[in-house]
């Protein structure tokens, strides 16, 4: 362990001693969560660890996160200019990599804007209607459940109508349309290549200079984006320009297309790969759902509060799989000293949710077994359960915290609801034959999706 003072003699939180010029990145490159959840409990809810020469601190405490993130938004709601991220793929345009200046608030506004109130209300028949589709195509290329499927690139599809609806008033009308392969792809990739502390690149400046693989990755991926969506985008500008009347978050932002596929898409494919093995969890939400809403009619957004188990399930799946397992990190803008630790200003903020604050055996009992039970006396949606007094009380941090929380809280929600809800009471859903599910394993550095598997989806009446 390592006791580390700045200039005056304030002191840095502690944490593992790194390797000279790289710090703690070979601990990191594998499972980081498993590491950074190991040194939580040996170093305590918040500790640093370098990585090149940036220091980060790892916040794994519900209370040391409101504290920070959320009661000192004003200081710790930046963001770093990754190498990676915001130079390369972004080139400093997205709304998620800005720092926190005048921009990034007025950017802010916009997306609350549309991604709330009156818009949403507007567009629930989008998410209504996108996750119709879905249960459809689901029997399809399920064949009445006769062969098994990948859910994947059906989740997947779903979402990104949603969003290109959203944003550019367009959307796909079958699985091979060239854009869903190539779009899910893009997403995946951007996941992959962005990872927090998965980028030695971002950490050492040397490397930044000399050519290495992902930093032509990353260069590709900013190349397939503007391929993809820069025409769209002109497009939008062009019948804005002769009066026609467009969505205009694509004016705004590219990050939608972005954060709005893979992350939501991904909690489908979890809950995909989880249900085969609970055949008694699936038995108890169908019960609920044919009590409450009956066979001759899907599950509807207004039907929420009334199906508490199968709401239960949803959180459950947010709890143990987030898509993004260390949250997306903030930056202070100001040294901050906390209970006594020297917060230096620039340091990154991590939130360690999945594995740590998520499997926190204080705030959830038996935290690595998959019991929806336990939020059966949540009676709030997420969107509500962020803005709760006791953080102790909140369901789980999976869309972050403080200013920078998602804005699409309620977006994903409700596409959320409308897809899960509707999965559970169409099919039953069983593992392939020979085909066990490795829920172990995921795609990506940090999280995000499970790795490709199969399921049988056996419809539960054929209307
Ligand atoms: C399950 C689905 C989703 C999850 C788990 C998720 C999670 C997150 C997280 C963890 C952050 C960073 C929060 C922080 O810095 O504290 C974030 C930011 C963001 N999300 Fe989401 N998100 C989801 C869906 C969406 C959707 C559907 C959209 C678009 C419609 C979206 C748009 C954004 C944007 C634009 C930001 C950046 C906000 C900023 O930096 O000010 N997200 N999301």
């Not at 980028?199 to 900013?222: E, I, M, W, Y």
């Not at 059966?376 to 006791?390: G, I, M, P």
């Amino acid at each position: 362990m390592r006791r580390l003072a700045d200039g005056k003699g304030n002191h840095i939180p502690n944490g593992p001693v790194g390797l000279p010029i790289i710090g703690s990145f070979p601990f990191l490159s594998h499972y980081p969560e498993l590491t950074l959840d190991y040194w939580a409990k040996k170093f305590g809810p918040l500790y640093s660890i370098w990585l090149g020469d940036q220091l980060f601190v790892v916040v794994s405490d519900p209370l040391i996160a409101k504290d920070l993130l959320i009661t000192n938004g004003n200081i710790f709601s930046s963001r770093k200019e990754m190498f990676i991220k915001s130079k390369t793929i972004f080139h400093g345009r997205g709304i998620t990599v800005m720092p926190n200046d005048a921009r990034w608030r007025r950017h802010r506004k916009i997306a609350n804007s549309f991604l709330n109130g009156q818009f949403l209300d507007d567009h629930t028949e989008i998410f209504d209607y996108e996750a119709k589709i879905l249960v459809r195509e689901l029997f399809r290329y399920g064949r009445a459940g006769t062969e098994p499927l990948n859910p994947q690139p059906h989740a997947g599809r779903c979402s990104l109508n949603a969003m290109l609806t959203i944003v550019f008033g367009i959307r796909t009308d079958t699985l091979e349309h060239p854009l869903v392969g190539h779009a899910l792809r893009l997403s995946r990739e951007f996941m992959n290549c962005t990872g927090p502390v998965s980028n030695l690149v971002d950490f050492v400046p040397l490397l930044q200079r000399l050519p290495n693989s992902l930093t032509n990755r990353a260069k590709k991926l900013h190349k397939d984006l503007v391929d993809a969506y820069g025409g769209m985008i002109n497009e939008i500008e062009e019948r804005m320009n002769n009066g026609q009347d467009v969505p205009s978050l694509s004016r705004e932002d590219l990050a939608f297309m972005i954060g709005g596929v893979e992350s939501t898409a991904s909690i489908v494919q979890w809950f995909s790969a989880i249900m085969p093995s609970h055949p008694d969890i699936q038995e108890k939400a169908h019960a609920e759902l044919d009590r409450v809403v009956g066979r001759n009619r899907l599950p509807t957004v207004d039907d929420e509060k009334d199906l508490p188990y199968v709401r239960a399930i949803i959180k459950e799946v947010e709890r143990c799989h987030n898509p993004f397992w260390l949250s997306t990190p903030h930056v202070n803008t100001e040294d901050y000293t906390y209970q006594g630790q020297f917060i230096p200003k620039d340091t990154v903020v991590i939130l360690n949710t999945v594995y740590t604050m998520h499997h926190n055996a204080e705030r959830y009992s038996d935290p690595f077994k998959f019991n929806p039970d336990r939020y059966l006396n949540d009676h709030t949606k997420s969107s509500e359960s962020t803005r709760l007094a006791n953080v102790m009380e909140r369901d789980h941090w999976m869309f972050g915290a403080g200013r920078r929380i998602c804005p699409a809280i309620t977006v994903a929600e409700h596409e959320l609801w409308l897809a899960i809800s509707r999965m559970l009471w169409a099919f039953k859903m069983e593992e392939a034959p020979g085909e066990p599910i490795d829920l172990k394993e995921y795609d990506g550095l940090s999280g995000r999706s499970p790795v490709p598997f199969r399921i049988q989806m056996i419809p539960r009446d054929h209307s």
